[in-house]
């Protein structure tokens, strides 16, 4: 009666661990699918935000874009990114002749034309796409042709959110493979997309992606223990609630497909998980052979837990071997269930790494083109016309007595010249102020100088200590971080009194700009399309230092910012003339 008792303890305790095993893995899975969704809708907003943040797209750089993400390696269930430009029917004409240019066939993409033919109101034609593999027929497809797509697309531009058709794709490198779409506006990033009004005026298009399911899953599955384990993903019919045995979707993924859509036999362990899907909800089914969640040592730990009972000196050593092996089997467990978290939050990691760096090679190229093209108009534009300016003023003096009526047309010309030489002036302050190669105090005191004469706010600075010497790229960051909150003062805090401290500590700087005005509402910071206070974090963050921003209802707004002073270097001058 012992040996027996301890039999079926040992076999209970067997069949429970394996069990349990069996739920840990399946939920790893059912994570790292949802992470792998993730990511391919971080792609999706990254995509966004690079079309919003870009002037114009053109075909040879959305295809260095989609080099640059190294898809096959950091995202191996995309299969495409697309961009479908919205075009009204009256602009159709000239769309369609700009696209049939060289630059575009040079790419592998073929001869352009709207499909399927026909005229409507507006068209929503795929207009970039990568990579080509076999969906070359996409090119120049209209999206909203069909009102079921039409209405996807109208409600995706008007609420400014991720949408996907929900209904499955055949893949165009793998016919017999199921992929999922989705779909995310793109808006003007001058304009407003406050109101469903703001969202239509400044609507662009769509961009979207296409994955592949069964890479999807297939990833998720790469570090499965239980290799006999069957995966099945069923999108769940809407208005159904799912069955725990019975699928009642559409078959997206089974990971052994000579059985494709067959149940699973009765002594089978099965375990379902939902997964949600952009709103939508995903059933995944896993089961397998009992056999296989058992090793070949555990099929005789019962039996040795009954011989052990015949004898009561081995019956002490079975209770202490049973419970250091399962104490051993806990730890190994918590030790796979560790390393899988931290190769998953290294993977998240690295995925912020890049997207930083993406940004901040961004930036950098937006800062050197506005110091380039500033440079480039003091050359060309501003010293022709102060050659201009010479010849008009020494024609005004040589006619102000014999000819009084050239005189005042010579004297209009040169007045007319001056009010050119300072927009150009403004212009090339706007790209890149000339007086930071004066040093970051003298940029800070003549930006709050421009915005106290702008707003008529009260603005002081203090700067006991003078600013030291920085690198050019932490001076502009922090000019620009000034920016952009004396704008943000002037449209929205109703201050009358704004304060700028700059000051030294140890190896850091610190800006402070405290107002008087209402302060940020609760919802201010993640507002849609609002990108000026992240803008600021993120600039910070890029340099290695805090951003820290502190209001309160009708008591005014602090920003703070803190950098490393690491290095020193200096630029050269714009030119004299843009001073």
Same mark, same amino acid.
């Given at each position: 009666?012992?040996?027996?008792?301890?039999?079926?303890?040992?076999?209970?305790?067997?069949?429970?661990?394996?069990?349990?095993?069996?739920?840990?893995?399946?939920?790893?899975?059912?994570?790292?699918?949802?992470?792998?969704?993730?990511?391919?809708?971080?792609?999706?907003?990254?995509?966004?935000?690079?079309?919003?943040?870009?002037?114009?797209?053109?075909?040879?750089?959305?295809?260095?874009?989609?080099?640059?993400?190294?898809?096959?390696?950091?995202?191996?269930?995309?299969?495409?990114?697309?961009?479908?430009?919205?075009?009204?029917?009256?602009?159709?004409?000239?769309?369609?002749?700009?696209?049939?240019?060289?630059?575009?066939?040079?790419?592998?993409?073929?001869?352009?034309?709207?499909?399927?033919?026909?005229?409507?109101?507006?068209?929503?034609?795929?207009?970039?796409?990568?990579?080509?593999?076999?969906?070359?027929?996409?090119?120049?497809?209209?999206?909203?042709?069909?009102?079921?797509?039409?209405?996807?697309?109208?409600?995706?531009?008007?609420?400014?959110?991720?949408?996907?058709?929900?209904?499955?794709?055949?893949?165009?490198?793998?016919?017999?493979?199921?992929?999922?779409?989705?779909?995310?506006?793109?808006?003007?990033?001058?304009?407003?997309?406050?109101?469903?009004?703001?969202?239509?005026?400044?609507?662009?298009?769509?961009?979207?992606?296409?994955?592949?399911?069964?890479?999807?899953?297939?990833?998720?599955?790469?570090?499965?223990?239980?290799?006999?384990?069957?995966?099945?993903?069923?999108?769940?019919?809407?208005?159904?609630?799912?069955?725990?045995?019975?699928?009642?979707?559409?078959?997206?993924?089974?990971?052994?497909?000579?059985?494709?859509?067959?149940?699973?036999?009765?002594?089978?362990?099965?375990?379902?998980?939902?997964?949600?899907?952009?709103?939508?909800?995903?059933?995944?089914?896993?089961?397998?052979?009992?056999?296989?969640?058992?090793?070949?040592?555990?099929?005789?730990?019962?039996?040795?837990?009954?011989?052990?009972?015949?004898?009561?000196?081995?019956?002490?050593?079975?209770?202490?071997?049973?419970?250091?092996?399962?104490?051993?089997?806990?730890?190994?467990?918590?030790?796979?269930?560790?390393?899988?978290?931290?190769?998953?939050?290294?993977?998240?990691?690295?995925?912020?790494?890049?997207?930083?760096? +993406?940004? !901040?090679?961004? @930036?950098?190229?937006?800062?050197?083109? $506005? *110091? %380039?093209?500033?440079? #480039?108009?003091?050359?060309?534009?501003?010293?022709?016309?102060?050659?201009?300016?010479?010849?008009?003023?020494?024609?005004?003096?040589?006619?102000?007595?014999?000819?009084?009526?050239?005189?005042?047309?010579?004297?209009?010309?040169?007045?007319?010249?001056?009010?050119?030489?300072?927009?150009?002036?403004?212009?090339?302050?706007?790209?890149?102020?000339?007086?930071?190669?004066?040093? +970051?105090? !003298?940029?800070? @005191?003549?930006?709050?100088?421009?915005? $106290? *004469? %702008?707003?008529?706010? #009260?603005?002081?600075?203090?700067?006991?200590?003078?600013?030291?010497?920085?690198?050019?790229?932490?001076?502009?960051?922090?000019?620009?971080?000034?920016?952009?909150?004396?704008?943000?003062?002037?449209?929205?805090?109703?201050?009358?009194?704004?304060?700028?401290?700059?000051?030294?500590?140890?190896?850091?700087?610190?800006?402070?700009?405290?107002?008087?005005?209402?302060?940020?509402?609760?919802?201010?910071?993640?507002?849609?399309?609002?990108?000026?206070?992240?803008?600021?974090?993120?600039?910070?963050?890029?340099?290695?230092?805090?951003?820290?921003?502190?209001?309160?209802?009708?008591?005014?707004?602090?920003?703070?910012?803190?950098?490393?002073?690491?290095?020193?270097?200096?630029?050269?001058?714009?030119?004299?003339?843009?001073?």
């Amino acid at each position: 009666m012992v040996g027996a008792g301890f039999y079926a303890w040992m076999a209970n305790s067997l069949e429970s661990e394996a069990l349990e095993r069996f739920r840990n893995q399946a939920r790893s899975i059912q994570y790292n699918i949802a992470g792998g969704i993730k990511a391919c809708t971080d792609v999706l907003r990254g995509t966004a935000s690079h079309f919003q943040a870009s002037e114009g797209m053109s075909p040879q750089s959305f295809h260095r874009y989609v080099r640059g993400l190294d898809i096959p390696h950091n995202f191996p269930s995309i299969a495409s990114i697309n961009f479908a430009q919205y075009v009204p029917d009256d602009q159709r004409a000239a769309f369609e002749q700009q696209m049939r240019g060289a630059a575009v066939r040079d790419l592998g993409y073929p001869e352009f034309r709207i499909a399927p033919p026909g005229k409507r109101p507006y068209y929503t034609v795929i207009t970039l796409l990568e990579p080509m593999y076999g969906a070359k027929g996409k090119f120049g497809y209209d999206l909203s042709a069909r009102p079921a797509g039409a209405q996807a697309l109208a409600s995706a531009r008007d609420t400014g959110e991720m949408s996907s058709s929900g209904v499955p794709v055949l893949l165009p490198e793998a016919p017999t493979q199921f992929g999922m779409p989705l779909r995310l506006p793109v808006y003007r990033a001058d304009m407003p997309v406050v109101t469903v009004q703001d969202r239509r005026a400044a609507y662009l298009g769509s961009v979207g992606i296409g994955f592949s399911v069964p890479r999807l899953v297939e990833a998720a599955m790469v570090d499965t223990p239980v290799r006999e384990i069957r995966v099945r993903l069923y999108s769940t019919t809407p208005g159904k609630p799912p069955n725990g045995k019975a699928p009642n979707g559409h078959l997206l993924f089974d990971s052994v497909e000579s059985f494709a859509g067959q149940a699973p036999p009765d002594n089978h362990v099965q375990l379902s998980l939902p997964l949600n899907f952009n709103g939508r909800l995903w059933q995944v089914y896993f089961d397998a052979p009992r056999s296989a969640l058992f090793s070949s040592f555990d099929a005789y730990l019962p039996w040795l837990a009954a011989l052990v009972g015949f004898v009561s000196t081995l019956l002490m050593y079975a209770l202490f071997h049973a419970q250091v092996s399962s104490r051993r089997r806990a730890l190994q467990m918590a030790r796979d269930m560790t390393r899988e978290l931290r190769d998953s939050q290294a993977k998240l990691q690295l995925s912020h790494q890049r997207l930083r760096r +993406l940004a !901040a090679h961004a @930036e950098q190229i937006k800062e050197e083109e $506005r *110091k %380039r093209i500033a440079r #480039e108009i003091h050359d060309d534009l501003g010293q022709n016309l102060l050659a201009l300016r010479i010849e008009a003023d020494i024609l005004a003096n040589r006619t102000s007595l014999r000819h009084p009526h050239l005189h005042a047309r010579a004297t209009g010309t040169l007045k007319q010249i001056d009010d050119t030489i300072r927009s150009v002036r403004n212009i090339i302050n706007d790209l890149r102020p000339n007086v930071l190669d004066l040093g +970051l105090s !003298a940029a800070v @005191e003549w930006q709050t100088t421009q915005f $106290r *004469k %702008r707003s008529g706010i #009260e603005c002081d600075v203090v700067d006991p200590e003078g600013t030291p010497d920085v690198d050019d790229r932490c001076a502009v960051a922090l000019f620009r971080v000034l920016q952009e909150s004396l704008s943000n003062i002037q449209q929205h805090a109703r201050a009358t009194h704004v304060r700028v401290e700059l000051r030294q500590l140890g190896g850091t700087l610190r800006m402070t700009i405290a107002d008087n005005g209402i302060g940020l509402h609760d919802g201010s910071r993640n507002k849609n399309g609002s990108f000026g206070l992240v803008g600021i974090e993120e600039r910070m963050s890029l340099l290695g230092g805090d951003c820290s921003i502190v209001s309160r209802p009708h008591g005014g707004t602090t920003v703070t910012v803190t950098v490393p002073i690491a290095w020193r270097a200096t630029q050269p001058a714009v030119g004299a003339f843009a001073g």
